[in-house]
């Protein structure tokens, strides 16, 4: 059975800091892995999708990593602000379509 | 924004009673997920749907179940509700690219249901 853990489970870091998010996987047969981004009373926003064939993936300030064959994953934040606040999951997809979470990560920037 | 929605967005209900919750998709994507997300357990995938009238079983499957007539439309029926049910439902959608793991979900706002 996949498990998907993240380290820490609690960050606060000063506004302007560059920080990493941690995810490992128990199993390393992923199809992708995908960070999501919630915020308080809201739904999931997707951040970034990795495929098992990729090593990273770029979008504006933010940088996913993964490494398959260690089953771990990182997002990267540069230059951080009060508005990234919010708990950050990551997911891998198995074979079936189905995703399992990580209990995530709660990221506070304080100003 | 992926066009999903739920509905109801909030509810109160009481022990023992049916209760449907709807989730509408504008995108026709393929395949539909419902999940739940309590404190201390993260999400965890209730049922999930790969096409009109096909679904199966996720992690948490007892006393849930769905119903897809349409592609757009996935619903999650308690047929009977207990307090252990308390909890936010999220819905999810996606569509294979073709690639191999090319997909990617998108989740809706949520409904908070609230058992007494």
């Known amino acids: 059975k996949q498990e998907v853990t993240q380290i820490p489970a609690a960050l606060s870091v000063p506004e302007g800091e560059n920080l990493v998010l941690n995810c490992s996987f128990t199993d390393s047969a992923i199809y992708n892995l995908q960070w999501f981004r919630q915020d308080p009373g809201k739904g999931l926003t997707s951040l970034l999708l990795?495929?098992?064939?990729?090593r990273e993936q770029t979008s504006g300030r933010l940088n996913a990593s993964l490494d398959k064959s260690s089953g771990r994953s990182t997002l990267y934040i540069a230059a951080s602000q009060p508005g990234d606040s919010a708990t950050y999951l990551c997911?891998?997809?198995?074979?079936?379509?189905?995703?399992?979470f990580g209990k995530g990560t709660l990221l506070t920037v304080n100003p | 924004d992926a066009g999903i929605t739920q509905s109801p967005r909030h509810k109160v209900t009481e022990t023992g009673t049916p209760v449907t919750l709807r989730c509408h998709q504008t995108?026709?994507?393929?395949?539909m997920y419902w999940y739940r997300q309590d404190p201390g357990h993260g999400l965890r995938l209730i049922h999930y749907s790969y096409g009109v009238k096909d679904t199966d079983k996720g992690e948490v499957s007892d006393g849930y179940s769905v119903s897809r007539s349409k592609t757009e439309d996935f619903l999650l029926t308690l047929e009977s509700a207990t307090s252990s049910q308390t909890s936010v439902y999220f819905c999810?959608?996606?569509?294979?690219?073709?690639?191999?793991?090319?997909?990617?979900?998108?989740f809706g706002p949520g409904t908070r249901l609230t058992v007494l």
């Open positions: 995108e026709n994507h393929r395949y």
């Open positions: 997911a891998v997809r198995g074979s079936n379509y189905k995703l399992t």
């Open positions: 999810a959608i996606s569509e294979s690219r073709g690639d191999r793991g090319g997909d990617e979900q998108f």
């Open positions: 990795i495929q098992s064939s990729q």
